[in-house]
């Protein structure tokens, strides 16, 4: 009579960042993991987002530089030829060495991890039927299962859309071609991003945006954002919603109350939708919202008993280093643990040039949650490092309690304001009131100087200072 073991069974459906990261906590903690995934190892981040994303926007910003820069003066400028067939070449051989690194080679090394082929549906709150690769159908039980399906491009509801041979950002990451002319429908972090990527590698791009660019934000972020655009003459049309669209003889046309807008390609960036349709989860009582996002409490916990969701599929923000840390707690859960995500200092950048980065409240959310508030904005003209690298676009701002001078929030517009966001969401961390990082040392000629630059404004003209002064 065979024993049956008494290490928990936990079945992860997806092979993403969160099903992972859940994955190796969950075997570290002594469970017996299935993972389920139908498509490609790795999920999104590897495959079609993050990693291609940034390696073209980086392809794009050299190609920009040699263009026009600061320097040309005294540095000549070139024209680049840009292959873009050498270029994608280039791209997918990291995707694949990442793939192949982080990913296969784990799940094949790491005891206790099970990779079933095929797809999953619940057939109640405590079994799964998966339908293999090759056919064959098994129902598997578990102790706990994890949701980490991930999510898809997002199409509008707009008339004449379907059928035609539009652009989701998959096929705009992994087209062989640089188009003549691009329009792109979207204004959040997709849309912007690869609107300038294509723009810089020689498209002549029209951004339409139903309302202001990265509107969820503070609106002079949009704002320096829209006019670094238009100053690389990329035509940016706010507040216009597509009405219809087109396509015959090569070219699309979209419909605005502006007029019609004509481009070779059409990029539908307007957001994702999470993959929970086809799982069955009324079967296994689980609640999501309107979205199709599943509803889940800070232990990553859905409505449905020792079943838990990370991940973009869940009602999180839609960041892999999120659905990482949420599927590293749900595993911790599921194996008898107590363990909770708290988004509350959540860094986010959205990897233009300049960059977006913010952490923590802005104004408004700040004054919807009912506290009076104080901010400062900075312009890049009083941050040394921007001086001497003749680029002063964008600002760095902080928002304060009013009262005591705790800091809420940055939002930053300026190069590289990815790597000065997680300093200040230490600060925030730790509670710091903004005398505390006026008082703090920075290296000097640092863009992270500029978080303590705009500190001191609070208290202080900044102008009278000398070029270093504490």
Same mark, same amino acid.
């Given at each position: 009579m065979a024993v049956r073991s008494t290490r928990r069974r936990i079945v992860i459906i997806g092979s993403g960042g969160a099903a992972f990261a859940a994955a190796l906590k969950a075997s570290e903690r002594g469970a017996l993991v299935t993972m389920?995934?139908? $498509?490609?190892?790795? $999920?999104?981040?590897?495959?079609? &987002?993050?990693?291609p994303s940034k390696i073209m926007l980086a392809t794009a910003r050299v190609a920009h530089t040699r263009r026009v820069s600061p320097f040309d003066d005294g540095v000549t400028a070139s024209i680049p030829v840009i292959s873009r067939a050498t270029l994608l070449a280039q791209q997918q051989q990291r995707v694949d060495a990442l793939r192949r690194d982080k990913y296969e080679r784990i799940i094949a090394t790491? +005891?206790?991890?099970?990779?079933?082929?095929?797809?999953?549906?619940?057939? @109640?709150?405590?079994?799964l039927m998966v339908r293999q690769a090759d056919g064959r159908k098994s129902a598997r039980g578990f102790d706990a299962c994890l949701?980490?399906? &991930?999510?898809? +491009?997002?199409l509008p509801a707009i008339d004449g859309l379907a059928g035609t041979p539009y652009w989701t950002s998959t096929e705009a990451l992994q087209s062989p071609d640089i188009p003549d002319c691009?329009?792109? %429908?979207g204004s959040s972090a997709v849309a912007v991003e690869l609107a300038q990527a294509y723009a810089r590698l020689g498209s002549r791009v029209t951004l339409v945006a139903r309302r202001a660019l990265l509107s969820r934000g503070d609106p002079a972020v949009g704002e320096a954002l829209t006019a670094a655009f238009r100053a690389e003459r990329i035509e940016v049309l706010t507040g216009t919603p597509a009405r219809a669209v087109a396509f015959g003889g090569g070219t699309f046309t979209v419909t605005t109350d502006q007029g019609e807008i004509r481009g070779d390609r059409l990029l539908i960036a307007t957001g994702r939708s999470p993959n929970t349709q086809a799982l069955g989860l009324d079967r296994a009582g689980i609640v999501m919202n309107a979205q199709g996002a599943i509803l889940i @409490?800070? &232990?990553?916990?859905?409505? $449905?008993?020792d079943i838990y969701a990370a991940g973009d599929c869940a009602d999180h923000p839609q960041f892999v280093y999120v659905a990482a840390a949420a599927g590293t707690r749900a595993a911790v859960n599921m194996t008898g643990g107590q363990a909770t995500l708290d988004l509350d200092v959540m860094p986010a950048v959205v990897f233009t040039d300049p960059q977006v980065a913010t952490v923590g409240m802005d104004e408004v959310r700040a004054r @919807?949650? &009912?506290i009076a508030t104080e901010s400062r904005t900075l312009h890049l003209e009083h941050v040394p490092r921007a001086l001497v690298n003749f680029d002063t676009r964008g600002f760095i701002k902080i928002v304060a309690e009013r009262d005591n001078g705790r800091l809420l929030g940055v939002q930053a517009i300026a190069a590289e304001a990815g790597e000065l966001i997680q300093t200040a969401a230490v600060a925030l961390r730790a509670r710091w009131t903004v005398d505390e990082l006026a008082a703090q040392l920075f290296p000097y %000629?640092?863009?992270v100087e500029g978080l303590r630059l705009c500190a001191q404004t609070f208290s202080r003209d900044i $102008?009278?200072?000398?070029?270093?002064?504490?």
């Open positions: 389920i995934e139908h $498509g490609t190892l790795g $999920g999104t981040c590897v495959n079609v &987002g993050c990693v790491t +005891p206790g991890i099970e990779l079933l082929r095929g797809t999953a549906h619940f057939l @109640d709150g405590r079994i949701i980490a399906t &991930g999510a898809r +491009p997002a691009l329009t792109v %429908l @409490d800070k &232990g990553l916990r859905t409505s $449905g008993a @919807d949650a &009912g %000629l640092t863009m $102008g009278t200072l000398s070029c270093c002064a504490g």
